[in-house]
C-alpha cells in the first residue's frame, strides 16, 4: 500500500490499539487508543483528532503519547450516551498539513455497547419481631456508577412477588458507606410463629440514566409476645466495662448498660440463658420463664493464649 | 546414651590427643587445592553448614567444640531461620535440670517410648532409630543449650512434662518481630552469639546453590554459593550439613506429599524466612532419599493451621506481624485478630461457604482445600475469605484499615454484598466470585441464624446475621508450617541414597531431615549436634 497518492498528498493511517471494553455503562466515560502513523514518517502528534457519534461531535479529550515505535499515540476519553445500546464513534484526523506536507483526512470508527448501570443492595437492622406487629429493616441501594438515588423508591415483597412494604430512599447516603442510599421499611410480622423470608427490590426507576433493578432477600424470625421481664445483671471477675454484654434469653435479646443491668422482656418457657462479648468466656444455663425473674451471672475473662501454647505435640 | 551416641561423642580433648588439630580449626580465604576439575576454592572450613537457623547454629557451636573450624552460608540476611519467629518451644526431656527442679521424673527410655507409641498419629510415623538419638541426647542438649546462654522459663509443661519455652531476646532492635510471644529469638540470638563468639564464620546473604562433589570418590567436598551476583566455592574438608529448614515454602515439592498443597498456600515464617527445599533438593540431586514421608500427611499436628489473623497474606497463629518489624514492607499488614468464628463466615473463592467455621480439625482443612469449581484448577481450594459486617467488626472491637489489613489483594470492603464479590481480585483467586451467589449464600445463612441451626454444615447455633454495611472480605486461607519429613539419614545424621548408602561428606538436620517429626526447636539443635560430631570425626579421619 501505497502512503502517499500521485499529487504527493499523504495518507495517514489510525489504528485502534487499545479498544474501549465491549460494554460499558451508559453516560459513563469511554476510554480507548489510537495509533496515528504517517507512512511517509511525518510526525502527527499533536494533530486535531475529532470524536463524533453520527454527525455530533462529543467532545472528547485527547491527549498524545509515544507508543514503543515512536508513533504518535492519541488517548481518547469520551462520555458515553445515556440511552442503552450500540454506540458507534467516528474518529477523524482531519486533512492537514504536517511537515510541509498535505495530508488527507482520515477516519476510524470504535463500536461499544452502553449498558444501564448496576444497582446492589442490602437489608439491615431485620429485629426478631413480636408475631403480627410491625416492624422496621432498612433497604440500601447503591449504583455501581456512583449515581445519586436519593428519592427512588424501594419495595419488599412476600414470596408470591406481593408488595408488603415500601419506602423511598433518603437524601444522604448512610453514614460509613461510599454511597448507599437508604430507605426504612415498615412491615407486618405474620401473626404465627417461624421464619420467614421476604425479597427487598429496588425497581428499574424512572430517570435519564438508565439503571438495573436489583434484588436481595433477607429473613427474620417471629417471637411469642414478652410476658414476662427478666432483669440481668452480669457481674465481672475482674476489672472491665460491663456495659455492652449481650444478653440472650433464647431469641429475646438486650444489651447491658454500664451498669452491667439489662431487661429481656420474654415469653413463658425454658430457655437458654446466655451473655457473650468478645472479651469474656461465653456463660450461659438453662433458664425456666414462669414469671418475672432477676439473675446475676458471672462473666470472667477470656483467655487469651499463644495458639501455639494449644499445640502441644505429643 | 546408647552405645552409639556414646561412640560418635568425641570431645574436643579427645580430638587433640589424636592429633588431629593439623587441619582443623582455621577458616582460610584460599587459593586452595582444586576438587572439581580446573576449578579453585574461595574459602575452607573443616564444617561447612547451609543455613543459621536452629539447626545449623547448633551445628556451628558442636562442632567449634570440638576444634574444627565452621563457615555458615546463610541465604538471608540475618540469622534465625523460622526458629527466631517461633514460640520458643523446646521439647527436650529425660531428666533435664528443667524437669528436676519441677519435681518431673523423666528417662531417656521414656522419651523413647513416648515417641514411638503406634497409638498416636505423631509418633507412628518416627524412625526408631533417630527417635533414640533424640532419647539420648535429649537430656544433655537441653543442658548443652543453657551452657550456651539460652534462657528458659522456669515450666515443664505439655502431656510430657518435656515442653518449656525460652526467653525472648532481651534486644529490641535485634527481633525480627516484636510480638511477646516470638520466645524463639531467645535461643536463636543466643546461638549466635554463642557460635560467633567461638569463631562461627557466619556468611550472610550467602545461598547455597550446588554440592561438589569428588569426582573420583563421590565424597562431598564442599559446595557452591551465591552471594549478589558472585558465585563462591567453599571446601568441607569434613563435610557439608545440611541445616536449610525444610521444604513448605516450595509449591512443586510440597506436592508431591499431598497434591492439594498448590500456590495458595502461604507459610508460616515468610516473608522473612521461606522454606524452598534448598537442602534436600541439592542432596537429591546426588541421589538422597527422603524418609518419614507419612509424617508428612498425617491428619494432625500443625502443618497446616487455621489463620489466627485474617485480611493480611500471612495470618498464620502466634506469628503476629507487628509494624515495627524490619519485615513489615513486606508483611504488608497484620491481620485482624482473636477472630470470634461466630462472627465470619467462611467461603470459597466463587462465594459459597463449605464447612463449620468454628471447626479447626483437618476435616475443617480438607474443606477448604476441595474442589474450587475451576475446572482449569482442579487441585488446591482456591482462596478462602472470611465475609462479615460492620456489627461484626463492631463487636471484634477491629479498625479494618491499614496496617491492620493489606487492601492490595487480602482484604476489601463494599457497601452491598454484590459489590463486595465484584471488589475481590488476588493472585490466586483463579475465578470471580459471583455478586449474586455471595448474596444468596448470605441470606442462606442469616436464615440459619434465625433458626439456630445450620442446615448446611451444623455450624453450633450460628448467632450473628451478616447484614449491615458496610461488608468486609478478608484473606482467610489455611497457612502452612512445619516441615514433617526431609532427607534420610542415619543415626549420625549422615544422608543415606536411594540405595540405602552413605553420601560421604554430606549431612543433614533440622526440619530438612526426615524420620522425626517433632514441632518445635528441640529436635533442630539436637540433630544438628549429632551432624557436627559426625563431620567433625570425618574432619579428623580426613586429616
Known amino acids: 500500500m501505497s502512503g502517499t497518492g500521485g499529487d504527493g498528498v499523504h495518507r495517514p493511517t489510525l489504528e485502534l490499539v487499545e479498544p474501549p471494553e465491549p460494554e460499558v455503562p451508559a453516560g459513563t466515560e469511554v476510554r480507548w487508543s489510537v495509533r496515528v502513523c504517517c507512512p511517509s514518517g511525518c510526525d502527527l502528534a499533536s494533530s486535531h483528532l475529532t470524536v463524533a457519534t453520527g454527525n455530533t461531535d462529543v467532545g472528547a479529550s485527547v491527549t498524545w503519547e509515544e507508543d514503543d515505535g515512536g508513533a504518535a499515540l492519541a488517548r ?7 440511552e442503552v445500546g450500540e454506540v458507534r464513534w467516528t474518529v477523524t484526523l482531519p486533512a492537514t498539513v504536517a511537515g510541509e506536507h498535505a495530508h488527507e483526512a482520515a477516519t476510524l470508527t470504535v463500536v461499544t455497547r452502553t449498558v444501564p448501570h448496576a444497582t446492589s443492595l442490602a437489608v439491615w437492622g431485620v429485629p426478631s419481631p413480636v408475631r403480627g406487629r410491625p416492624f422496621s429493616v432498612w433497604v440500601g441501594v447503591k449504583c455501581r456508577e456512583g449515581c445519586p438515588l436519593r428519592g427512588h423508591g424501594v419495595e419488599v415483597r412476600d414470596d408470591a412477588g406481593r408488595e408488603v412494604g415500601t419506602g423511598a430512599l433518603k437524601r444522604a447516603t448512610r453514614p460509613g458507606t461510599d454511597g448507599l442510599y437508604e430507605a426504612e421499611v415498615t412491615l407486618a410480622a405474620p401473626a404465627q410463629p417461624g421464619v420467614f423470608f421476604l425479597d427487598a427490590h429496588f425497581p428499574t426507576p424512572e430517570g435519564e440514566v438508565p439503571h438495573e433493578a436489583s434484588q436481595g432477600t433477607f ?65 450461659s444455663r438453662e433458664l425456666r420463664v414462669t414469671g418475672d425473674a432477676e439473675v446475676e451471672l458471672v462473666a470472667s475473662p477470656r483467655r487469651r493464649v499463644d495458639a501455639d501454647e494449644e499445640r502441644l505435640w505429643m | 546414651m546408647s552405645d552409639e551416641a556414646r561412640k560418635d561423642s568425641i570431645s574436643r580433648r579427645d580430638f587433640v590427643r589424636r592429633g588431629a588439630t593439623v587441619g582443623l580449626g582455621s577458616t582460610a580465604l584460599a587459593s586452595l587445592a582444586t576438587c572439581a576439575p580446573g ?317 463449620d467455621e468454628t471447626d479447626d480439625s483437618h476435616a475443617f482443612f480438607a474443606g477448604c482445600m476441595s474442589y474450587s469449581g475451576d475446572p ?47 471488589k475481590v481480585r488476588n493472585p490466586y483467586q483463579t475465578l470471580p466470585m459471583n455478586g449474586r451467589t455471595l448474596q444468596e449464600t448470605v441470606a442462606r445463612y442469616n436464615g440459619f441464624v434465625d433458626r439456630g441451626v445450620d442446615d448446611d454444615f451444623g455450624k453450633p447455633r450460628p448467632l450473628y446475621k451478616i447484614q449491615t454495611p458496610p461488608f468486609y472480605a478478608a484473606w482467610s486461607t489455611p497457612i502452612l508450617h512445619d516441615s514433617l519429613c526431609g532427607l534420610r539419614v542415619d543415626t549420625q545424621c ?45 574432619a579428623s579421619r580426613s586429616v
Open chain 1, 76 to 82: 481518547v476519553v469520551a462520555r458515553a450516551p445515556t
Open chain 1, 219 to 283: 429473613s427474620f424470625r417471629t417471637l411469642d409476645p414478652p410476658e414476662h421481664v427478666v432483669r440481668v445483671r452480669v457481674l465481672l471477675a475482674h476489672e472491665a466495662s460491663l456495659a455492652g454484654v449481650e444478653v440472650r434469653v433464647g431469641p429475646y435479646e438486650a444489651v447491658t448498660d454500664e451498669r452491667g443491668a439489662a431487661e429481656v422482656g420474654v415469653a413463658s418457657g425454658t430457655f437458654e440463658l446466655s451473655v457473650r462479648r468478645i472479651d469474656l468466656e461465653p456463660v
Open chain 2, 39 to 355: 576449578e579453585a576454592w574461595d574459602l575452607s572450613a573443616d564444617v561447612v553448614i547451609a543455613g543459621a537457623g536452629t539447626s545449623g547454629l547448633s551445628a556451628a557451636i558442636e562442632a567449634l567444640d570440638r576444634g574444627a573450624s565452621v563457615i555458615i552460608a546463610e541465604a538471608n540476611y540475618d540469622i534465625g531461620g523460622h526458629g527466631i519467629l517461633s514460640g520458643g518451644r523446646v521439647n527436650l526431656g529425660g531428666g533435664t535440670s528443667r524437669q528436676r527442679s519441677r519435681g518431673v521424673e523423666d528417662s531417656a527410655d521414656a522419651v523413647f517410648e513416648y515417641w514411638i507409641r503406634h497409638d498416636n498419629l505423631q509418633s507412628r510415623y518416627t524412625d526408631r532409630d533417630l527417635t533414640r538419638v533424640y532419647a539420648d541426647l535429649s537430656a544433655e542438649t537441653f543442658e548443652w543449650m543453657v551452657e550456651n546462654g539460652v534462657e528458659f522459663m522456669d515450666e515443664a509443661i505439655g502431656a510430657d512434662r518435656r515442653n518449656g519455652r525460652t526467653v525472648q531476646w532481651p534486644v529490641r532492635e535485634e527481633l525480627i518481630t516484636s510480638y511477646p510471644t516470638r520466645l524463639g529469638s531467645g535461643l536463636l540470638r543466643a546461638l549466635e552469639k554463642s557460635a560467633r563468639a567461638k569463631g562461627a564464620q557466619i556468611l550472610l546473604l550467602h545461598k547455597m546453590t550446588d554440592l561438589v562433589q569428588d569426582p573420583d570418590t563421590k565424597r562431598v567436598v564442599g559446595m557452591v554459593v551465591e552471594n549478589e551476583g558472585r558465585t563462591l566455592r567453599i571446601r568441607a574438608t569434613g563435610g557439608v550439613i545440611l541445616a536449610t529448614g525444610g521444604h513448605t515454602s516450595n509449591v512443586a515439592f510440597r506436592r508431591m506429599f499431598d497434591p492439594r498443597l498448590t500456590e495458595e498456600y502461604q507459610t508460616a515464617g515468610e516473608p522473612y524466612t521461606s522454606q524452598n527445599a534448598d537442602g534436600e533438593l541439592v542432596a537429591m540431586k546426588l541421589g538422597a532419599a527422603l524418609w518419614g514421608t507419612a509424617s508428612q500427611t498425617m491428619e494432625a499436628g500443625a502443618w497446616i493451621s487455621k489463620t489466627e489473623h485474617i485480611g493480611c497474606r500471612w495470618g498464620y497463629s502466634s506469628l503476629w506481624w507487628q509494624p515495627d518489624s524490619p519485615v513489615f514492607d513486606k508483611a504488608r499488614a497484620s491481620g485482624l485478630s482473636e477472630v470470634d468464628w461466630q462472627n465470619v463466615i467462611l467461603v470459597k473463592q466463587t462465594g459459597v461457604r463449605f464447612h
Open chain 2, 376 to 422: 482449569n484448577k482442579k487441585n488446591g481450594g482456591g482462596p478462602i475469605w472470611a465475609v462479615f459486617d460492620a456489627d461484626a467488626v463492631r463487636r471484634q472491637g477491629w479498625d479494618p484499615r491499614p496496617p491492620n489489613v493489606d487492601p492490595d489483594g487480602y482484604f476489601y470492603s463494599a457497601d452491598t454484598l454484590v459489590e463486595l464479590a465484584g
Open chain 2, 494 to 538: 549422615r544422608v543415606i541414597d536411594l540405595d540405602e548408602q552413605v553420601i560421604e561428606g554430606l549431612y543433614c538436620a533440622g526440619e530438612a531431615m526426615g524420620g522425626f517429626p517433632q514441632h518445635g526447636l528441640g529436635r533442630c539443635a539436637l540433630f544438628g549436634r549429632v551432624a557436627a560430631r559426625s563431620a567433625v570425626a570425618s
